[in-house]
Nanobody
Framework: QVQLVESGGGLVQAGGSLRLSCAAS????????MGWYRQAPGKQRELVAT???????NYADSVKGRFTISRDSAKNTVYLQMNSLKPEDTAVYYC?????????????WGQGTQVSVSS
């Protein structure tokens, strides 16, 4: 099993910044990719950003130029630096990882952390 511990959410005014962290631990041989998704009330969960083991990144168009994803492979931790936050960024943010353990590959989700942006 793999445990994901998220931190860094909170309430911020529009234009402000937050940094999310997600640390993975447990039965891990290697991590293929790590990412962040978000779900606003009444909406479907959507991709925010992902980063592969090689460092390739992918962002939703709505966050390009404002959010930066990074990872510390030694710590099995992924970060999401969020700048110039907008009220429409308000959502629960979920960490997601694809983990290999011996020969099995599984997908895991964090418990979610609330990000609220006031206008």
């Amino acid at each position: 099993q793999v445990q994901l511990v998220e931190s860094g959410g909170g309430l911020v005014q529009a234009g402000g910044s937050l940094r999310l962290s997600c640390a993975a631990s447990g039965s891990i041989s290697s991590i293929y990719s790590m990412g962040w998704y978000r779900q606003a009330p009444g909406k479907q969960r959507e991709l925010v950003a992902t980063i592969t083991s090689g460092g390739s990144t992918n962002y939703a168009d709505s966050v390009k130029g404002r959010f930066t994803i990074s990872r510390d492979s030694a710590k099995n931790t992924v970060y999401l630096q969020m700048n110039s936050l907008k009220p429409e960024d308000t959502a629960v943010y979920y960490c997601n990882v694809f983990v290999r353990y011996i020969v099995s590959v599984n997908n895991y989700w964090g418990q979610g952390t609330q990000v609220s942006v006031s206008s």
